[in-house]
């Protein structure tokens, strides 16, 4: 039988986290005079994030034993959405919207995700051992802390050069940045996705989606890059193919695109 712990009330630190989240959702808005931005979609959006991040953190509080490693993914992936919404109402206000959430980054994503989803219910109810917390499952949440981390700063130390999109026409203050943590890794934010990624299937201990998802993650990066490349290169010309003489993409296996 699966242990769901006693639960006599909600911790006042889950409803610290919702409110403060929302909050900040709210204050960087109005700091940005982004104020327009502030519907019901985008309130309803961060509160989501909120309670699930807060769910999250009860299974943990609780050591509810059979599902820690899901409060962990619970957490990580709120957060991350979230966070997404944060750093890019700080780098690049004009640009804030819903989709900075990346909750509906595309299909294969959201598929990606149900996918994920389905394996772990199946596996926990056909092997629940194999769910329950281990070392392995805390590799995993390593993982996803170190590639968040990477992810966000180089968010911001790319600043408002960076974009969700891949940009068709240079604006006028787009600069290229080599610095930072753009010194070691050409594309730092997308290896901190990559690997983030991959971390999140082995919190779950899900090993098809371990594979399928390094696979598809490696997939998408690789054309990924190889398309922004191609316009960095238009933007940048000499001064990006020595930059990328110097530094590699980061990513395994992927070199992006070359002139040569």
Partial sequence: MHSWGKIEGINPLCLLVISTLSAFVICCAISQKSVDIITFEV?????????????????????????????????????FHFSEFLVTSIIRPQTLSTDSFLLNHSKAYTLAALVSWFEYLVQ?????????????????????IGGEALRKIAMLTAGSNFDHLIRTQR???????????????????????????????????????IIAYTLASWKFFHERVYEEEITLLQFFGDQYVAYQKKVSTGLPFIRGYSLT
Avoid at 185 to 190: A, D, G, K, N, T
């Fill in 171 to 209: 604006e006028e203050k787009h600069q290229l940045v080599t610095s930072g943590i753009y010194r070691f890794f050409r594309h730092p934010s997308y290896v901190g996705w990559f690997y983030w990624s991959i971390g999140t299937q082995i919190i779950l201990c899900n090993p098809f989606c």
């Fill in 124 to 144: 926990f109810c056909c092997f629940p051992m194999m769910k329950r917390f281990s070392w392995f499952s805390f590799l995993g949440l390593v993982l996803c």
């Fill in 43 to 79: 309130l309803w959006r961060s509160h989501l994030l909120g309670v699930l991040l807060a769910f999250g953190l009860s299974l943990n509080i609780y050591y509810i034993k059979d599902f820690i490693s899901l409060g962990w993914y619970i957490m990580i992936m709120s957060f």
